[in-house]
T-cell receptor
């Protein structure tokens, strides 16, 4: 069984400030972790993934995420937020024997204010 | 450009009517997926297919049906048995391995008349 939790429904930050969107997971076995972004009335866009190796993963649009095995977390970060980063963010988890299926969190709405 | 195309963007269903949502991909992906998105509930898996002529139920398959006759196409039928079909439906595809991301279409919004 696998699950993922995004403990914050909403995150508000000021433009130029660092942002963090939190994600914790539960999976039997080694996890594969993903972040996606969704803009209104659009599909999800892939941002970055952790498979193995370096715990700090860099992705699109200046985003990065840190894998922490002991805390079973995979928080999304960006050093300096832009107003255009405002969107709905989803964390997802899969593992090696689940046929490519991912389990998605409920999403976190990020609002960046000018 | 390669991608996933969902049509129509908006769809209206009358009571007791079946409707079919189209999903086509030209990414040469083996696996395809259908999700339902409701506000505040994230994505829930309806059906998925790892290979042509084969598909499996996801977490909320009741009231839905699919087919996978071609690699490129994975249509979803919302039947009259689905009592609460109003939602945003997303189709995705991937190479099929668990360490690969999914690529999504831009969705179909289904409403009841």
């Amino acid at each position: 069984a696998q699950s993922v939790a995004q403990p914050e429904d909403q995150v508000n930050v000021a433009e130029g400030n660092p942002l963090t969107v939190k994600c914790t997971y539960s999976v039997s076995g080694n996890p594969y972790l993903f972040w996606y972004v969704q803009y209104p009335n659009r599909g999800l866009q892939f941002l970055l993934k952790y498979i193995t190796g370096d715990n700090l993963v860099k992705g699109s649009y200046g985003f990065e995420a840190e894998f922490n095995k002991s805390q079973t977390s995979f928080h999304l970060k960006k050093p300096s937020a832009l107003v255009s980063d405002s969107a709905l963010y989803f964390c997802a988890v899969s593992y090696n024997t689940n046929a490519g299926k991912s389990t998605f969190g409920d999403g976190t709405t990020l609002t960046v204010k000018p | 450009d390669g991608g996933i195309t969902q049509s129509p963007k908006y769809l209206f269903r009358k009571e007791g009517q079946n409707v079919t949502l189209s999903c086509e991909q030209n990414l040469n992906h083996d696996a395809m997926y259908w999700y339902r998105q409701d506000p505040g509930q994230g994505l829930r898996l309806i059906y998925y297919s790892q290979i042509v002529n084969d598909f499996q139920k996801g977490d909320i398959a009741e009231g839905y049906s699919v087919s996978r006759e071609k690699k490129e196409s994975f249509p979803l039928t919302v039947t009259s048995a689905q009592k609460n079909p109003t939602a945003f439906y997303l189709c995705a595809s991937s190479k099929g391995q668990s360490n690969q991301p999914q690529h999504f279409g831009d969705g179909t919004r289904l409403s009841i008349l």
